[in-house]
């Protein structure tokens, strides 16, 4: 179930990358831009996850039994409980990453250190 969420934010996250790569400038002597090697790997990543979520869908609508459906979740929750400092940790950078244009690099590095 996880694999399903994560491919679903890449395949987002390269959809609006890919729509912002097309505002990088031209070059005039040369027919590829700045912009062609960032399209090229986001298009990789686009394909790959929308490759990851095909065969999660498949192995899910091959799961006919109540029983193993729930042990899915059930894993998922051991998962959770077990990256759990991890998690905290990501969210706490993306805060001191978000923090830092509305507070300051003092303060919002005081935060991110002590927490």
Known sequence: MGELIIATLFLFSSIV???????????????LGPSVFPKILITIMGILSTSLIIIKVMEFTKIKDKKQFIKTFEFSKKMLSKYKLVFIVSLNFFIYIFSMKYIGFSISTFYFIFS
């Open 17 to 31: 990358l890919f729509i912002q790569t097309g505002g990088l400038p031209n070059m005039f002597f040369s027919t």
